[in-house]
T-cell receptor, first 114, second 111 residues
Framework: DAGVIQSPRHEVTEMGQEVTLRCKPISGHDYLFWYRQTMMRGLELLIYFNNNVPIDDSGMPEDRFSAKMPNASFSTLKIQPSEPRDSAVYFC????????????FGDGTRLSIL | SQQGEEDPQALSIQEGENATMNCSYKTSINNLQWYRQNSGRGLVHLILIRSNEREKHSGRLRVTLDTSKKSSSLLITASRAADTASYFCATDAERNNDMRFGAGTRLTVKP
């Protein structure tokens, strides 16, 4: 059974460019979470969805960040324009309604903004 | 923002020894969980303990929770080199039900 799939695994781009991170959650999972991990701030929850609807986006740092979930099997996190301080590892996780806090993580996208 | 704080930040032990990691948190919680993260990988859920539970076991893992002290501990018995990873506690606060992770403990088990 496939786990959470994220793409790309690595992204290097120049400041000011648009960055799109992709996530395919585990089939049948109702919740999808986006996290950012840095040495300085640890693991931060950015936004989460329930049944494709954004529930809490209070962790999204700025208007430059946006996330969508057009269907149950796909979500994107977009940064436009990107800045060097956005460099981090971005994780997507999913979970079921009955085990919301037992989240399954993807292997992350390591993003470097030059 | 982080809710839990793990202690110690780093721990190095020999294979076969036990490893104990602690987590403290600030606000009342519904659940506390422990996750493991291997280098370059995503987090893996290990165990969940509810606020009305005091101790839970899963294989070589033993988790305790003291809500009066707002703290939890994770004990890994008979450690193996494969246990080398970072371990995070995560809490979901009663107030807003969001999950928050601590900064993690980096465990190294030497063969």
């Amino acid at each position: 059974d496939a786990g959470v799939i994220q793409s790309p695994r690595h992204e290097v781009t120049e400041m000011g460019q648009e960055v799109t991170l992709r996530c395919k959650p585990i089939s049948g999972h109702d919740y999808l979470f986006w996290y950012r991990q840095t040495m300085m701030r640890g693991l931060e929850l950015l936004i989460y969805f329930n049944n494709n609807v954004p529930i809490d986006d209070s962790g999204m740092p700025e208007d430059r960040f946006s996330a969508k979930m057009p269907n149950a099997s796909f979500s994107t996190l977009k940064i436009q324009p990107s800045e060097p301080r956005d460099s981090a590892v971005y994780f997507c996780a999913s979970s079921t309604r009955t085990a919301r806090w037992s989240q399954h993580f993807g292997d992350g996208t390591r993003l470097s903004i030059l | 923002s982080q809710q839990g704080e793990e202690d110690p930040q780093a721990l190095s032990i020999q294979e076969g020894e036990n490893a104990t990691m602690n987590c403290s948190y600030k606000t009342s919680i519904n659940n506390l969980q422990w996750y493991r993260q291997n280098s370059g990988r995503g987090l893996v859920h290990l165990i969940l303990i509810r606020s009305n539970e005091r101790e839970k076991h899963s294989g070589r893992l033993r988790v305790t929770l003291d809500t009066s002290k707002k703290s939890s501990s994770l004990l890994i018995t008979a450690s193996r080199a494969a246990d080398t990873a970072s371990y995070f506690c995560a809490t979901d606060a009663e107030r807003n039900n969001d999950m928050r992770f601590g900064a993690g403990t980096r465990l190294t088990v030497k063969p």
